[in-house]
């Protein structure tokens, strides 16, 4: 976990402990290293209406300031949005839709894009560049068309999974799925 008490730092904590496997010290179980990653990777958005990501992110931001007693620092609150904070935020938004939890949703989402085997015992730089790959491969919407290598994939999709906004193909995945 961070140490050095900067703002940061300790919002990394506290993204960390909203979707921790494990508070173990032992790496097999650890994905500090994973989500430290994710946190230092901006989310950037060009489908139409996924800037509601962003918005959601920023919510994020409040209630660990509120949660926190942080001294609320606007041109922080204003800085981009990381990947952590939008698949935290999106993950509660898919419980709110959903059946199932938070916690469910984030991790469910890391095995979309192929990053649950990620624990700190196995981290390098190898798999720091694998990690990038696969975000920039969901950022820049490069995944297949029915949604593989995305956050949603779908077996029997009826769009374009690139050039469906990421509520859309949230609310697809819980329907094909049976989420609801």
Do not use: H
Not at 76 to 84: A, N
Not at 154 to 168: F, G
Request: aromatic share 14%.
């Amino acid at each position: 976990m961070a140490s050095d008490g900067t703002l940061d730092a300790r919002y990394l904590d506290w993204l960390y402990e909203q979707v921790s496997p494990s508070q173990s010290n032992n790496p097999s179980l650890s994905f500090w290293k994973l989500c430290e990653q994710l946190f230092r990777k901006r989310f950037e958005w060009f489908q139409p209406n996924d800037d509601n990501r962003i918005e959601d992110a920023k919510i994020l931001r409040e209630e660990f300031v509120i949660d926190s007693d942080a001294e609320r620092n606007q041109d922080w609150m204003d800085i981009d949005c990381s990947v952590l904070e939008m698949l935290v935020a999106l993950s509660r938004r898919c419980e709110f839709e959903s059946s199932r939890d938070a916690y469910f949703w984030f991790w469910r989402m890391l095995q979309s894009l192929n990053l649950l085997n990620y624990t700190d015992d196995v981290y390098d730089r190898e798999v720091e560049r694998d990690v990038n790959d696969a975000l920039e491969i969901m950022i820049q919407r490069t995944y297949r068309r029915d949604g593989v290598g995305g956050l949603f994939p779908l077996t029997r999709p009826n769009r374009d999974q690139r050039k469906v906004e990421i509520w859309y193909q949230m609310s697809a995945y819980i329907l094909e799925n049976g989420y609801e």
